[in-house]
């Protein structure tokens, strides 16, 4: 420390200090440019959009009958995928973690497969099994039947969504049932308590973090589902079908963005909540 600094009551700073520094403004500043460009301005330009048609524009999803019945069907498709993805995710995630077999390994392999497809894909098979030229209509004509499809509709989309879900329902249960307490379930049972008392008392509390986090995913997957809806809502339309209508079919770019900026709002405020209720995650070890 100089004389100066001593005078001052201010110790200098170590040239290597600088250095440091200047090293790390240097290294983040790519990082910070990149984040500039391809999200904050693209974000405030999503933002301010609406605002160019006035700024009931930003309410048209309430406003407008059409747009409402749209975003109403797109969040009742969702909770239902949700809650069926996670009652069948959670019954073979802690069967798959409980029982040891041949080709147990073998099966959840298969099982979680569909995440490294993509949603067009999944589509693409819905129809191939329940389209106009799908198994399922060729297997009623044969039978002397009319030509039977659901792959357009609701149920088609239900089970797109289904199907491209429940890999992340079944992977996230294994992991979760894997690490439950055995000694708090031995003493439930040792206190007399059936397999209800203990599923509600003692696994119930211990996946409750799971089932939310899970769930809160599920949901925003499937409420900004884009590629298995672009192959399959002729029938029935959901949200982000309608985006695409409005600025590539119709070059309307403000009610585009205003209910692309709905549709954020609702998954970010699932995520939100589904943290806030789960609290902090345990630290390692406790």
């Known amino acids: 420390m100089s004389r100066a600094d001593c005078i001052v009551g ?4 170590a040239p290597g200090d600088w250095r440091a520094r200047a090293l790390l403004l240097a290294c983040s500043a790519p990082a910070v440019a990149f984040f500039a460009a391809f999200w904050l301005l ?12 006035g700024w009931r524009t930003y309410f048209a999803t309430l406003t407008d009958a059409l747009y409402l019945q749209s975003l109403l069907q797109t969040l009742a498709l969702s909770l239902a995928v949700t809650l069926a993805t996670l009652l069948i995710g959670a019954v073979m995630g802690i069967a798959l973690a409980r029982h040891r077999f041949t080709g147990r390994g073998l099966l959840l392999s298969l099982l979680t497969l569909p995440l490294s497809f993509p949603g067009v894909i999944i589509g693409f098979f819905i129809i ?3 389209g106009r ?8 004509v044969a039978l002397g039947g009319e030509r039977i ?12 969504y289904l199907y491209f879900s429940l890999p992340r329902a079944i992977a996230s249960y294994t992991a ?7 000694h708090l379930e031995e003493a439930a049972r040792s206190l007399g308590g059936n397999g209800w008392r203990v599923a ?56 585009a963005a205003s209910l692309s900026i709905t549709l954020g709002l609702i998954t970010w405020v699932v995520l939100w909540l589904s943290r806030r209720v789960a609290g902090p995650a345990p630290a390692a070890g406790a």
Not at 42 to 53: N, Q
Not at 149 to 154: D, E, I, S
Not at 238 to 254: C, D, G, Q, S
Request: charged share 10%.
């Open 133 to 140: 030229q799908g198994a399922l209509a060729d297997l009623s």
């Open 128 to 130: 191939l099994l329940g």
């Open 10 to 13: 201010i110790p200098s700073q």
């Open 42 to 53: 693209p974000a405030g330009l999503l933002l301010a959009l609406p605002a160019r048609e």
């Open 149 to 160: 499809t659901f792959a357009y509709g609701l149920l088609g989309l239900f089970l797109g």
């Open 176 to 182: 979760a049932a894997e690490a439950l307490d055995p």
């Open 200 to 255: 509600r008392d003692v696994w119930w509390p211990q996946l409750l973090p799971t089932t939310l986090a899970c769930g809160a995913i599920v949901f925003a997957t499937s409420v900004g589902a884009f590629g298995t809806a672009f192959t399959l809502s002729s029938k029935f339309e959901v949200l982000p079908i309608t985006i695409y209508n409005e600025f590539t079919n119709y070059a309307n770019f403000a009610l």
